[in-house]
């Protein structure tokens, strides 16, 4: 049977901690990785928060594993994940996926502005004419 976004994301709600910034700060001190999986767009507009590591949502399932030709060195099943998109959907559905392919510990803080409302930086990227 088809499953609506509301259940999708009360699975995903299960297997996903939802964390604050001091919870994520101290585990990205441990060598989590801070992970954006917003479109690129997004990033160029807003920018990353500030230590954030950049994967789509689009392309994760390649970007994770290992096994991939396309695999992201920065991602490891045994280290700690710290998701983030826009509002929090999209960190939650990514980070299901992640519990799905093995990660061990996935948590959100679940959007940028959650990040930025509770102390963490934004860094930007450079305007692309100045490359």
């Known amino acids: 049977m088809a499953k609506t976004v509301s259940e999708l994301l009360a699975e ?9 910034y001091d919870e994520a700060r101290k ?3 441990e060598g989590a990785l801070l992970l954006d999986v917003r479109d690129a767009p997004e990033v160029e507009k807003t920018g990353l928060a500030k230590g954030a590591h950049h994967i789509s949502r689009g392309m994760l399932e390649f970007r994770a594993d290992p096994a991939s030709q396309y695999h992201d060195k920065e991602m490891h099943p045994d280290r700690t994940i710290v998701l ?6 999209r960190a ?7 519990v ?3 990660y061990a510990r996935v948590c959100s803080i679940g ?3 959650d990040w930025t409302e ?10 692309p ?3």
């Open 111 to 113: 959007g940028l502005k």
């Open 12 to 20: 995903a709600n299960r297997v996903v901690e939802l964390i604050d």
């Open 100 to 102: 799905e392919m093995g």
């Open 84 to 89: 983030y998109c826009a509002s929090g959907g």
């Open 27 to 29: 585990l990205i001190d």
């Open 92 to 98: 939650l559905l990514a980070g299901k996926l992640l």
């Open 118 to 127: 509770q102390g963490g930086g934004i860094e930007h990227p450079l305007d």
């Open 129 to 131: 004419g100045m490359e």
